[in-house]
Structures are given as C-alpha cells and as structure tokens.
C-alpha cells in the first residue's frame, strides 16, 4: 500500500484547503535516479501540527476505534479549524488517499462542529487520482475493507512516535504485543483455522450426540414386531368373527323365511287382521277428514258458483254501460251547452215545457248526425243497481271460485273402507288363533343374541387394529426419519477423526512455522542489530517461538537486561524488532514515524538513515522537528527523498501552512551534478 | 252486521238439516244461505215467529264475503239496499233456504244421503 496524498479542509491548525503529495507518479516513472526514493520528509516546529497529521491517518482508517472515548470527544471538539469557525463556518475535513493492488481509494472525514458529528465516505479513484464514484458501504464494512490492510493492532508498528516505541521494548511480553506481533508475521491466521478446526470439531461432537444409535432403531424394529404380531393375531380374530357373522346370518334369514312361510301358510291371522283393520280405520279417518272439510268450507261455495259467476256478469254488464253512457254524453256536452242557452232565449209566445222537451230531443237527433255521433252504443237499457267503487269492483270480480272436487270417488272409497273395515270386522271374530312361532322366535332371538355379541366384538377389534395400525405407521415413519438423519450426518466418528488429524497437522504446522518466523525474526533482528549498533557491542539474539519476545546477549553470552539500556538504545531495538517483523511478514505498508532520531548521536543516526529508514519499505513518512535532523544529516538523507514539505505555524493568519521544502535547502543528487 | 233471530220453525228444520248432514249449525246456516239465495225465486221477509235462537249474520260473511253477499243479494232482489235490511234480507234467504232443504230432504228414502244428493244437485 502507498499514500497518494492527505488533503485538509479547515481541520484543525489547517485552514482552507491545502493537500500534501506523497508522490508523483509522472516524477517516478522520468526518474532516473539510482537510489530509491522512498522518504517523505515533513518538517515543523512543535505545535505546528505534525500530531494531527499522524492523527489524521488514524482517524480515517480507524475512526474512533483508536481512541479513548475521552481523546476522541476532545478531538471532535477541536476537529474545526477555528479561523473558519469564527468566519461562520462549520465543517472540517480529512481526505485520505491511497493505493494498493486492488485499486485506488479515498477515504473522506467530515466533522460537524455544531453538531459534533463525523461523516464518513469512500471513493474510488481513477488512475488520475479524481473521485470516480463514492463506494456504498456500511460502517462495518469499511473497518472489514481497512482491516484487511492494516489491521488495527498491528498499525502501532506502522504509524508510531519513534519517542514511545521503545516501550515496546519493554512491553514485548505482554499479550496484546504478542498477538500483534504475531499477526504481522501472520500466525493470528493459522491461530484463527485452529480454532475454526476446533470449533467445526466441537459441533461433529455435538452432532454425535444427537446421531441416532443404532439400538434406537433396532428398538423400534422390535416394537414394530411386537405389533405387527398383535395384528397378526388380532386381524386372524376379526377374520374368525366376520365368517361366523355371515354363517350366523344366514342362518338368522333362513329361520326368518321359515317362521313367514309357518305363517302365510295358515289363513290370515288375528294379527293381520288386525293390522288391516288398523289400515282401513286409518283410511276411512282420511277420507272422512277431507269430507268434512268439503262440508264446513267449498260446498257453499259450490252451492253459491252460478249465482257468484251470475254477480260478475251483471258487474261487468254494468261497468261497461255506464262506461259507455259516460262516454257518449261527453259527445253531447257542446249540444247541451248550446240548447240550454237557447231555449233560456225568451219567444212571442213563449215556448211550452212540451215543446221545449221537443226541440231538444230533436235537435240531438240533428246534432247526432250533424257531428257523426254513433248513438248505437248503448244497445240495451241496463238497470244499474250495484252502486260499488273501482276496489269493491275489482274484490268482487276477483272473487275466488271454489273448485269443485272429486268428491264422489271419495265418498265411494270412503264408503268402501267403511265396508271393508266392517268384513275384516266380523272376519276377526272368527280368525283362528295365531300359530305357534315360538320355538323358531326363540331360535332367531338367540341367533341375534349371538349376532350381537359378534359385532360388539368386532367392533372393539377394529378399534383395536385401528390403533395398532396407526401406531405401526407411526413407528415406521419414526425409523424412516431416524434413518434419513442417520444418513444426513453420516459417520461423523470419520469426520471428528478427519478433522482432528487436521488440527493436528495444522498445530504442527503453526509450531513449524512459529519456529521458522522466530527463526527469521531472529536472524533478521541479529542483522538489523549488527548494522545499527556498533561491533561487538551485542552477540547472540534469541527470539522466543511461542512468546515471539526478544533476548540479546552480549559478547560474554550473558543476556542482557534491555530494560536498563539507555532510551535511545531501547529505541534501536525496538525500531530493529520492527523492521525484523516487517521483512518477515512481507507486506507492504507506508511507514509513519514521528520523531524518530531525538535521543540518538551522530552514529546511530547515520546507521539509522542509511540501512534503516532507506531498506524499511517503499514509502517512509518521517516527520521531525529542526533540531533532529541537521544540515549534514540531511544532506546524507536528501538523496532518497522523495518529497519535502514544511509546517508552518503563520502567527499572523493563525493557521499552518503546508509548504513543499524542508528547513534546509536541498542537495542536489551528487550523481547527478 | 247485527244479530238476529231464527223462527221456530227455521230452528226445527235447521236441527234436522243438521241431524242429516252431520255438521255443525254455523256450516247449516251458510248452506241455507246458499240454497235460499240461488234457488228461491224472491227473497222476501216472511212474519214467523221467532224462536229463542239468536245468531249473527257475520256467521255468513265475514271480510270479503261481506261484500260479495250484500251484492249477491242486491243482484237477486234487483234494488239497493242498506245495512239493516241487509240482515233482514240474509236472514230472509237462511229461511228459504231451511224450507227447501226441508223439502228436499222429504222427497228422499231413508237410504238415500241428503249429502250425496246436495252433491249431486250442485258440484258439476
């Protein structure tokens, strides 16, 4: 991975916008320089903002993970550059950019100050380093996406004060160093399958808890037997029941065709006669009903029809004459108008009542066939009598008629039961007495006793061959199931052996390659050590394999207490442990160190820069104040720098600046001149 | 509809009528009505003296019937008429009617059923 550039946004001491490069893609491919640039040299006095610089990175790869909740809300606090703040602004930002083999990528960090909220964005970057599109992604997903590249543990190897990384000297035994360390040189990896095998062991173990043995099945398999021999014997039973309810059967219709053939033998019987007479009383009851009924309701009526449809006929004979009547005299309405005035006119000598009466009745005539008046219409005089309305007409005219019935073949049926039922009468007076069924009825009431019993019973043994069934379907469909998970989990004896024999071969294997790491870790700290220390000033390195601590003895073979080693020492040490984990684990990460030569003389400075800070990895940001690095030092140093940027604090404008430069004009590659 | 009184000799008649048909008095007394209306040649009002029996004419009509005899009546004496003669005139045609059921039964054999021969005479 390579920082392409960090861009401020009035977050903290920088105000506006001011970005920093970290390389220069045109420079490097045109370069022809013969020693690796890879040192980026930020200079600035304290308080000039290189602590922020260094937060920065964290802040967007790690968010508020890295710090404590304290530290952070401070940081939040302050996270606006207060220039901008006072000129009414409200936002400050972090962009992080970087690449590595998957791609280019900026990470964005927005703070709010007035609501003290941070935003979050990634975007990907196209090979011009301009935002191609923003990548939607969850909170958790992004800490997944940076861990996969630098893992949070891990970055205090990566990004560090060079001031306080000798305490990892100190704290190399504790825990938290040691998985740290080991997930660098990737054993956290291996540690990880480990406890994958163990866990995929733990739930084969469960798994066989719950597989289903075989003696479960064979215990069904004897119940199933069990049952099936109940039903065995009960079905022989229902078998043995259902033949003798057909022979008993049988036998029961034959004594019954027998006992109605003793008794349509003899004449009719008392009994039968009897049930005729019951017949025949029932029927004449009937006949006899309806009769009265005919009596108390339609014979009236019957009687009453022709005078009803006599009614109707005068009704509507009636209806229709004063219809017309009324009709006619509307024709005449303009004539008797007219006459009435006339004959009102006074004559010399005055008209006679007689004459009157003549005049009119003759000028009707006139007035008839003058206006074609057809006086034919009322053909007869008609009486009206029934003085009735609309609705008294329309009841009467809808009178109902009753209906006459055929009440002469009941009465001759009626008559004719009464007959019959007086002949079975006397004949019953004279039947003879009933045959003697008795034995043959003892006989079928004890065939029917029998029949009884052998359904009750068969009864109770097809709900007895019902539940058996049922329970045998039951059972049969238990070993099915059983069976299917058997199959389902298959031997997972097999398995847990498979997997353990995995884990052990995968524990061999981490034990190896533990061995192989701390043997490398070793060789690679010894190295380190001979070129940054002076001779003989060491002898021996000894790496831990499990606790991955650091032992070094001197010339004498006795170990030294590296405790008591003076701070720059310490700082040695730890700085070579580092770089040891770095050429073991092979990753490529861009190295960030603050301060890194405070506390070391001229020579351990000059062994730093020259195998340390020029080998450690292709990107090496160091940041530092003007009295670490002096002019001759950095002139040993400017032949791999890449790029120079200075911090500086405007007391005027309140706010720093990011200038390209250091605080010592640069060297010109020697080579080159 | 009001109340009115059988004649004595109506009552005796209307308790044989109802000897012969076996059928209770209200169902006599419609018959009477029927046979005196259809097959008397004039309704009139005949003095008789009463018996104690008292009935009232809507054992004849009642609802529609109502109508339906007061113009059948009208119809059979040719001339309107109102409520009070209206009884008078029912009661008039029950005691015809009792007269020629009385008749009619005479005329028959002691074999012969008087039901029988209403039904013959009537139900076409």
């Not at chain 1, 009864?459 to 069934?469: A, E, G, M, P, V």
Request: proline residues 2%; contains cysteine; negative net charge.
């Amino acid at each position: 991975m390579i920082f392409e550039y960090i861009r401020f946004k009035n977050y903290r001491p920088y105000y506006g916008e001011q970005t920093m490069y970290f390389r220069d893609k045109n420079e490097e491919q045109s370069s022809s320089s013969i020693h690796k640039k890879n040192i980026i040299l930020i200079g600035g006095l304290n308080g000039h903002g290189k602590t922020s610089l260094i937060n920065s990175i964290f802040i967007c790869f790690y968010g508020r993970r890295k710090f404590k909740q304290k530290e952070y809300d401070e940081l939040m606090r302050n996270a606006v550059n207060k220039k901008h703040l006072s000129e009414g602004g409200k936002e400050g930002s972090i962009e992080l950019a970087f690449t590595d083999e998957t791609g280019s990528y900026a990470i964005e960090v927005t703070f709010n100050h007035r609501e003290l909220k941070e935003t979050r964005r990634v975007y990907e970057l196209n090979g011009e380093l301009k935002k191609v599109r923003e990548i939607a992604t969850t909170e958790q997903a992004f800490y997944e996406f940076v861990d996969q590249r630098i893992p949070m543990d891990v970055s205090q190897f990566f990004i560090f004060d060079a001031e306080k990384i000798r305490d990892l000297v100190g704290e190399q035994e504790q825990s938290e160093t040691i998985r740290a360390i080991q997930r660098v040189v990737s054993l956290e990896l291996y540690n990880q399958l480990l406890k994958d095998l163990d866990h995929i062991s733990r739930e084969l173990t469960n798994d066989l808890k719950k597989q289903v043995k075989d003696e479960d099945i064979k215990d069904l398999f004897g119940r199933l037997e069990e049952i099936n021999e109940k039903l065995d014997r009960f079905e022989n039973d229902e078998k043995q029941v259902n033949e003798q309810l057909v022979a008993l059967s049988e036998e029961e219709l034959a004594l019954q065709r027998e006992r109605r053939q003793m008794i349509s033998s003899s004449s009719a019987t008392k009994q039968q006669l009897n049930r005729w007479i019951g017949e025949y009383e029932q029927k004449l009851k009937h006949h006899k009903d309806f009769l009265k009924k005919f009596k108390e309701k339609d014979l009236q009526q019957l009687i009453l029809l022709p005078a009803i449809r006599d009614l109707k006929q005068k009704l509507k004979r009636e209806k229709e004459y004063l219809e017309a009547k009324y009709r006619e005299e509307l024709q005449f309405v303009d004539y008797d108008n007219f006459i009435v005035k006339l004959l009102e006119v006074k004559t010399d000598p005055p008209l006679t009542e007689k004459q009157k009466i003549h005049l009119k009745m003759n000028g009707r005539e006139i007035w008839a066939r003058l206006n074609n008046i057809q006086r034919n219409v009322l053909k007869e005089q008609v009486q009206v009598i029934h003085d009735v309305s609309n609705k008294d007409y329309q009841t009467l005219i809808n009178y109902p008629e009753a209906r006459s019935r055929d009440i002469k073949s009941e009465i001759e049926q009626m008559k004719k039961a009464e007959e019959m039922l007086r002949r079975y009468q006397s004949q019953l007076e004279d039947a003879p007495d009933e045959i003697d069924t008795s034995e043959i009825d003892e006989k079928i009431k004890m065939c029917n006793r029998r029949l009884g019993e052998l359904r009750a019973a068969k009864k109770q043994l097809y709900t007895l061959i019902r539940k058996l069934r049922d329970e045998r379907s039951r059972i049969q469909s238990e070993i099915t199931k059983k069976e299917q998970e058997k199959n389902k989990l298959g031997p997972i004896e097999q398995k847990i052996d498979l997997t353990n024999r995995l884990r052990d071969a995968i524990q061999e294997f981490i034990d190896r390659v533990t061995l192989l790491k701390a043997k490398q870790l070793k060789l690679a700290v010894e190295a380190i050590i001979e070129q940054m220390f002076r001779k003989n000033e060491f002898g021996k390195v000894e790496f831990h394999p499990e606790k991955f601590t650091l032992k070094i003895y001197d010339q004498e073979g006795k170990e030294v207490d590296l405790m008591s080693r003076s701070e720059g020492e310490k700082q040695l040490i730890a700085l070579a442990m580092i770089w040891a984990l770095t050429k073991v684990s092979e990753t490529q990460i861009p190295f960030v160190i603050d301060t890194p030569l405070a506390r070391l003389d001229s020579i351990h400075r000059s062994n730093l820069v020259n195998y340390y800070f020029t080998k450690l990895s292709d990107q090496v940001i160091i940041l530092s104040t003007d009295t670490e690095i002096t002019q001759d030092f950095y002139e040993e140093l400017s032949p791999f720098i890449k790029k120079s940027y200075l911090l500086t604090f405007d007391e005027q404008e309140k706010y720093t600046k990011i200038e390209e430069g250091y605080f010592f004009k640069k060297v010109t590659d020697p080579w080159l001149a | 509809m009001a109340g009115v009184k059988l004649s004595k000799r109506g009552y005796e008649i209307l308790e044989s009528v109802m000897a012969e048909l076996e059928m209770e008095r209200p169902e006599v007394l419609r018959l009477a009505f029927a046979k005196g209306l259809t097959e008397s040649e004039v309704i009139q009002e005949i003095k008789r003296e009463h018996s104690d029996f008292e009935f009232p004419t809507s054992v004849i009509a009642k609802g529609d019937e109502v109508l339906l005899v007061k113009h059948l009546i009208i119809d059979k004496v040719q001339t309107q008429i109102d409520e009070m003669k209206l009884d008078r005139l029912i009661l008039s045609c029950i005691e015809q009617g009792l007269e020629i059921m009385d008749e009619e039964i005479k005329q028959l054999s002691k074999a012969d059923s008087y039901l029988l021969y209403l039904i013959q005479k009537h139900v076409k």
